[in-house]
């Protein structure tokens, strides 16, 4: 199959996963294509099992989104007194949905979880996980302080080979030790390549990539390349960059200013993914102070809907399912802990939504 033909497809689930149920005339609408073109489109899908129809509209295959799914599902019991250590960098609005998720499932599976944060700390994960195992913890859904994923040569925090253990929004190298490890976590690259597809389908050729280096950075920029190839985009019409872990947040907001101005005012760039929606609420306004009009001059999706809908203009963001991630990851480590045969190994990666709104200039459907 063609590769644009694929990701109008692709489109069409993520619009019709977002909402749980939509009409064909109303996702015509939504890409821009006539209603034959969705029919034809829909009748594939619907026969490989990935959407449902029903009455003339396409519906995601069961009772509801999948964040909601996930929730809904019965958590696994395990046995009275259960408690699930849980260690994540910070309880930022990010973290804080994860670990709602997380909090909800297990406790419908009648386990107590006991949280600790890191502070993006490395040395503080080790001694984090060792104080929960020595006080008492059953299993462990652990979100190390990483840049990104590590390698068989990474120090890695595990002295927890004595309890089940679940990544979260982390993943490991398959030369690393902790590449074995049940892990839950958004894919940050197909929220990327949503981004450009959606940004290409406005119009947009010359695309660039603001990155903030951490955890989620080579997966955003994987995610970007790959929908640039599969659109037929060359790498020289979309300008990338990533400032070092070393410099301040002022100074990557005045780098990444620079690279931004330079692109739209040198480079013919009329769009741009920035990684992150904060970062990119500081930039807008700023850009439009030095006359580059959002989305007029550069249209904008961001990757994170924290703050998105609070900017002005309003951001249009990838946002992945912190929430349905803590559960999914809750729940994995509630089966490991049920005292049942140990099945295989588990790498789940959750699909992130795009909600459009004003910066990106197409019609807000959030």
């Known amino acids: 199959m063609r590769a644009h033909v694929r990701a109008r497809q692709d489109r069409v689930i993520r619009i019709v996963r977002e909402h749980g149920s939509l009409s064909i005339a109303e996702v015509a609408v939504r890409l821009g294509v006539s209603m034959v073109t969705v029919r034809r489109d829909a009748g594939l899908l619907v026969s490989e099992g990935r959407l449902g129809r029903v009455h003339g509209s396409l519906v995601w295959p069961g009772p509801g989104r999948p964040a909601q799914m996930t ?22 609005h990010s973290f804080s949905e994860v670990v709602q998720g997380a909090r909800e499932v297990l406790a419908q599976g009648g386990a107590r979880l006991v ?7 490395p040395e503080e994960d080790r001694s984090q996980i060792e104080r929960l195992i020595a006080a008492g913890a059953d299993g462990l ?27 979260v929004e982390r993943w490991a190298g398959p030369g690393s030790a902790a590449h074995g490890l049940d892990r839950v976590r958004s894919d940050s690259a197909f929220g990327a390549a949503c981004a450009v ?20 950075a080579r997966q955003l920029r994987a995610g970007f390349e790959d929908a640039l190839t599969g659109l037929g985009l060359p790498a020289e019409s979309a300008p990338c960059f990533t400032p ?4 301040s947040e002022a100074e990557r907001h005045d780098l990444t200013q620079e690279f931004l101005l330079r692109g739209v005012r040198g480079q013919g760039v009329t769009a741009a993914f920035v990684h992150t929606a904060a970062d990119a609420a500081v930039l807008a306004p700023r850009l439009q102070a030095l006359g580059i009009k959002i989305p007029g001059d550069l249209a904008l999706v961001v990757h994170d809907d924290e703050v998105a809908g609070l ?12 929430r349905a991630v803590g559960a999914a990851a809750a729940r994995m ?11 295989p190994g588990q790498h789940i990666d959750l699909l992130p939504s795009l909600r459009v709104r004003e910066s990106c200039g197409a019609a807000p459907t959030s």
């Not at 929730?71 to 930022?92: C, N």
């Open 115 to 121: 949280l600790s944060l890191s502070g993006y700390l």
């Open 197 to 216: 597809r959606h940004l290409a389908a406005l119009g947009h050729r010359r695309i660039a990539l603001a990155l903030q280096d951490g955890p989620h």
């Open 71 to 92: 929730l809904a599902a019965p958590a696994p019991a395990v046995k009275a007194g259960t408690v699930v250590g849980m260690i994540v960098p910070t309880m930022g």
């Open 333 to 343: 480590l509630l089966e490991r802990l049920g005292g049942g045969e140990r099945g």
């Open 311 to 322: 900017s002005e203009p309003a951001l249009t963001a990838v946002a992945p399912p912190r």
């Open 141 to 167: 859904l652990l979100t190390p302080s990483w840049q990104g994923a590590p390698l068989s040569g990474e120090a890695l925090p595990l002295p927890a080979a004595s309890v089940p253990t679940v990544l």
């Open 244 to 247: 070092g872990r070393t410099v």
